[in-house]
């Protein structure tokens, strides 16, 4: 098996184990608490298959991502060292150190910023809201949040989209010579940012029974701020920064939740 095949291999089964973990959350009772779904009989379609394609469309976006990140990665001058050392048999810890550190005081960092926002936004929000909220948070298994959230998650937003929308900015406009200045990665790590945090508008808007402009901003602004540390630790450090990060961020909020 080569190199590059154990890379994808490893960087696959990472990121379908965390679509995998979603399976770990009651879909059935998250359903039920939905504004639009109270007072309303259970859909007709069976829940084994709900559960299927809640894995099948992040399974094929992760496959893509991947892909994606494997072919332009090493281009942009991207990595995922520690995963790479593995992929090329080469000693693991040695490339995972430098980004323990960075990784950890980022994550604390932006988790305490989105527990900042939840609490600045809450006078703005509905009574209604943060009572389902609350309640999802709390259904919502940790290992889901960490292998979802950690691992999953930077796999199709760093790994995959940043890296995308740097090489799509250093081909467009410098024709890919050289390599991409640091303005295309700034850009590419606000973009990727903000699109992850508008991936959380669809959850927030069923919890809400609908988008308003206080929520709206509430979750891209507390979002973008972990996508910006983020595409950072991924830019600086290495995508496992980045999943270290993200694990961390989630860990604040599951104290901050322990103790709300």
Same mark, same amino acid.
């Given at each position: 098996?080569?190199p590059?095949?154990?890379l994808?291999l490893?960087?696959?089964i990472?990121g379908?184990?965390?679509?995998?973990?979603?399976?770990?959350?009651?879909i059935?009772?998250?359903?039920?608490?939905?504004?639009?779904a109270?007072?309303?009989?259970?859909?007709?379609?069976?829940?084994s298959?709900?559960?299927?394609?809640? #894995?099948?469309?992040?399974?094929?976006?992760?496959?893509? @991502?991947? $892909?994606? %990140?494997?072919?332009l990665? =090493?281009k !942009?001058?991207?990595?995922?060292?520690?995963?790479?050392a593995l992929?090329?048999?080469?000693?693991?810890?040695?490339?995972?150190?430098?980004?323990?550190?960075p990784?950890?005081?980022?994550?604390?960092l932006?988790?305490?910023a989105?527990?900042?926002?939840?609490?600045?936004?809450?006078?703005?929000?509905?009574?209604?809201?943060?009572?389902?909220?609350?309640?999802?948070?709390?259904?919502?298994?940790?290992?889901?949040?960490?292998?979802?959230?950690?691992?999953?998650?930077e796999?199709?937003?760093?790994?995959?989209?940043?890296?995308?929308?740097?090489?799509?900015?250093?081909?467009?406009?410098?024709?890919?010579?050289g390599?991409?200045?640091? #303005?295309?990665?700034?850009?590419?790590?606000v973009?990727? @940012?903000i $699109?992850? %945090?508008a991936?959380?508008? =669809?959850? !927030?808007?069923?919890?809400?029974?609908?988008?308003?402009?206080?929520?709206?901003?509430?979750?891209i602004?507390?979002?973008?701020?972990?996508?910006?540390?983020a595409?950072?630790?991924?830019?600086?450090?290495?995508?496992?920064?980045?999943?270290i990060?993200?694990?961390?961020?989630?860990?604040?909020?599951?104290?901050?939740?322990a103790?709300?």
């Open positions: 098996m080569s590059r095949l154990r994808f490893l960087l696959w990472a379908f184990t965390g679509v995998l973990s979603f399976l770990l959350v009651d059935s009772a998250l359903i039920k608490m939905l504004p639009e109270e007072g309303m009989s259970q859909p007709d379609i069976p829940m298959v709900i559960r299927l394609l809640a #894995v099948i469309q992040p399974g094929v976006l992760v496959t893509l @991502a991947v $892909l994606a %990140g494997m072919w990665a =090493p !942009a001058g991207l990595h995922a060292p520690a995963t790479e992929a090329e048999r080469r000693p693991f810890f040695p490339a995972l150190r430098p980004q323990i550190i990784g950890i005081f980022g994550g604390i932006a988790g305490m989105i527990t900042t926002c939840w609490l600045l936004a809450n006078p703005f929000l509905s009574d209604e809201f943060i009572a389902r909220a609350d309640a999802f948070n709390k259904m919502m298994p940790p290992i889901t949040r960490f292998l979802y959230g950690g691992v999953t998650e796999i199709l937003l760093r790994w995959g989209m940043m890296t995308l929308i740097v090489c799509a900015l250093w081909k467009a406009f410098d024709r890919g010579k390599s991409p200045s640091s #303005v295309w990665f700034v850009v590419s790590i973009a990727s @940012a $699109l992850f %945090g991936g959380h508008l =669809p959850i !927030a808007s069923a919890l809400s029974g609908g988008l308003t402009a206080a929520l709206t901003i509430y979750v602004t507390a979002n973008s701020i972990f996508g910006i540390a595409g950072f630790l991924y830019w600086k450090r290495g995508l496992e920064s980045a999943v990060a993200h694990m961390f961020a989630h860990l604040v909020l599951l104290a901050a939740i103790f709300s």
